[in-house]
């Protein structure tokens, strides 16, 4: 199975391309990459052609410091529903932490590990293996995988949020000077791992993003949506783990077949049992949370839309006219509290 990123990936080196004046077509077209693409399936890139479109990138700008532009420009918007969830936790870590547990949905071929060292948190980037002798990773594409924890971290805090310490397993040399501006604390090249360190108190400091109501809202809605279909264990379970990733994207069978470590073949054999298939699971639970969300006014529908999974409040408006016949709009105005 090939390794993929999310298609805001490639975009966010689109917005990058602009500040340096470069038409980005072009340079995707050469990548084999679609913008655009008219199937949402097509909505992940394949990480070979991300390796192309890096070297592209960095020939076109000539700037081989082009993940640290890269991480400058992020926003929470390019993880999807991800993003506001960690805009939305108690604390970085927490939300950091959530990130970490869905990073596969974000990069299938990134692999992210926590270490605690006294009152400091390493988060550890590393591409996988044997993903790794396949493709040679760009080390733009590892700046940006370092760079962009920083700039999460200072936008959810609303304030400077330094790390301790950087650290990138190729050499940084004579462009050491960018890395520190960028950073703005010691950085090491030649280490043995990829990685950035922040201070852990810190990290657990309440952020002013947090919305315990949104929180909350999402768990007891999923505890009344089991309740009243009076699911089978599998199914249960299915429920809760679509309603943890959700917000990353709307999960496959296979990933959630995966998590429960079991085939996909075993998953249906066991939902079918129970007299339930995953996409009627999905579906349903989707239209259910909708309902919850839609009646409390304090939450955006375009914020329920990433919510839930979808790719744009249009599709998150059809599903649930389809089975409501209601616009979302209208049932917020009929439904609510």
């Known amino acids: 199975m090939s390794q993929t990123t ?52 960095v020939q076109a700008t000539g700037n081989s410091e082009l993940g640290l532009v890269a991480a400058s420009l992020f926003q929470p918007a390019y993880l999807k529903g991800i993003g506001l969830a960690w805009m939305a936790s108690a604390n970085l870590e927490e939300g950091l932490r959530r990130f970490v547990n869905n990073s596969q949905l974000i990069n299938t071929a990134m692999q992210l590990e926590l270490i ?50 950087v650290y990138f397993s190729f050499p940084i040399g004579d462009s050491r000077t960018a890395y520190e501006e960028y950073f703005q604390c010691p950085v090491h090249g030649e280490s043995s791992h990829n990685g950035i360190a922040f201070s852990k108190s810190l990290l ?54 995966f998590k429960m470590n079991m085939s996909k073949r075993t998953l249906q054999r066991k939902l079918s049992h129970e007299g339930q298939s995953y996409s009627q699971l999905l579906n349903s639970l989707r239209i259910a949370l909708a309902k919850q969300y839609l009646v409390s006014n304090s939450i955006a529908i375009t914020e329920i839309t990433y919510q839930l999974g979808y790719s ?24 609510r509290q």
Request: glycine fraction near 4%; charge should be neutral.
């Open 204 to 257: 657990n400091e309440m952020l002013p993003t947090h919305d315990a109501e949104l929180v909350a809202l999402n768990e007891a809605a999923v505890g009344k949506y089991i309740q009243s279909m009076g699911s089978g264990q599998s199914s249960e379970k299915v429920i809760r783990l679509v309603t943890q990733l959700l917000a990353s994207g709307c999960p496959t069978e296979e990933t959630i077949a």
């Open 312 to 335: 744009s409040p249009s599709t998150f408006a059809r599903a649930f006219k389809q089975q409501t016949s209601f616009s979302p709009l209208k049932y917020r105005e009929a439904y």
């Open 6 to 57: 999310l298609l805001t990936i490639p975009k966010l080196l689109s917005q990058v391309l602009r500040v340096y004046d470069v038409e980005p077509q072009p340079i995707f077209s050469q990548a084999g990459i679609d913008l655009n693409p008219v199937d949402v399936k097509d909505s992940r890139v394949d990480m070979q052609k991300m390796t192309v479109l890096w070297q592209l990138c």
């Open 116 to 165: 605690e060292q006294g009152d400091e948190l390493m988060i550890q980037y590393q591409p996988k293996l044997p993903m790794q002798q396949k493709i040679k990773t760009n080390q733009c594409a590892i700046q940006l995988g370092v760079g962009f924890f920083l700039k999460m971290f200072r936008l959810a805090a609303g304030k400077n949020i330094p790390a301790t310490a």
